[in-house]
């Protein structure tokens, strides 16, 4: 089954700098893959996502990219607020095809914070 | 605005006592899910349905089970709890047919089994 990597586990950036989280997953027939923020007494929010189709997207201060080949995708924040500071987690999900169960393996989490 | 909500927030319960988690979305998905969340494992599915009447195992099922009877609702209970048990539980739903699309999540249940 799938397996989702996700490095570093914590991340500390001065506010303005960049910071960027990575993950690798091991089934090569996932093929759309999301990052969460999840503050503190909250649920997991979805930043953004990507679709095994597309190698960059970007969203304002935010951009995920994928590399299918080696299997991995980065989430990239650039000039970072303190309210950037949260838990972050991607994930894989495999779709399509007969047995899929559509489900979504998450990565460990990382925690970001953003010092002003 | 259309939601999904957990209740309750907070529970605290003791071994073996039968607890019931209750998940409730506004948004007329299609599929509900239910995780786990504990430190160094991140979000692991316990179950998870794609419409009324079904229902599947997901990674970490021993002692929970769901069921759906309407569109809205998947409440989770625990058979027995176990201080295993002891976690926040997050429902998700999403619209798609066949769970393909993006999850959105409940604020979350902090159990707690003594």
């Known amino acids: 089954g799938e397996n989702v990597e996700q490095h570093p586990s914590t991340l500390s950036v001065q506010e303005g700098d960049s910071a960027v989280i990575k993950c690798t997953y091991s089934?090569?027939?996932?093929?759309?893959f999301p990052w969460y923020k999840q503050e503190l007494g909250k649920g997991p929010q979805l930043i953004i996502d990507?679709?095994?189709?597309?190698g960059e997207k970007k969203d304002q201060r935010i951009a995920v990219t994928l590399n299918k080949t080696a299997k991995h995708f980065s989430l990239h924040i650039t000039e970072t607020q303190p309210e950037d500071s949260a838990v972050y987690f991607c994930?894989?999900?495999?779709?399509?095809?007969?047995?899929?169960?559509?489900?979504?393996?998450f990565g460990q989490g990382t925690t970001l914070q953003v010092k002003p | 605005d259309a939601e999904i909500t957990q209740s309750p927030r907070h529970k605290i319960t003791e071994t073996g006592r039968q607890v019931t988690l209750a998940c409730h979305q506004t948004?007329?998905?299609?599929?509900m899910f239910w995780y786990r969340q504990d430190l160094g494992h991140g979000l692991r599915l316990i179950h998870y349905?794609?419409?009324?009447?079904?229902?599947n195992k997901g990674e970490v099922s021993d002692g929970y089970s769901v069921s759906r009877s309407n569109t809205e609702d998947l409440p989770l209970t625990l058979e027995s709890a176990a201080s295993s048990q002891t976690s926040v539980y997050f429902c998700?739903?999403?619209?798609?047919?066949?769970?393909?699309?993006?999850?959105?999540f409940g604020p979350g249940t902090r159990l707690t089994v003594l």
């Open positions: 089934d090569s027939a996932s093929n759309y």
């Open positions: 994930a894989a999900l495999r779709r399509g095809g007969s047995g899929n169960t559509g489900k979504l393996i």
């Open positions: 349905s794609y419409g009324v009447q079904d229902t």
């Open positions: 990507i679709r095994s189709n597309v």
């Open positions: 998700a739903s999403s619209k798609q047919t066949g769970g393909l699309d993006t999850q959105y």
């Open positions: 948004w007329n998905h299609n599929n």
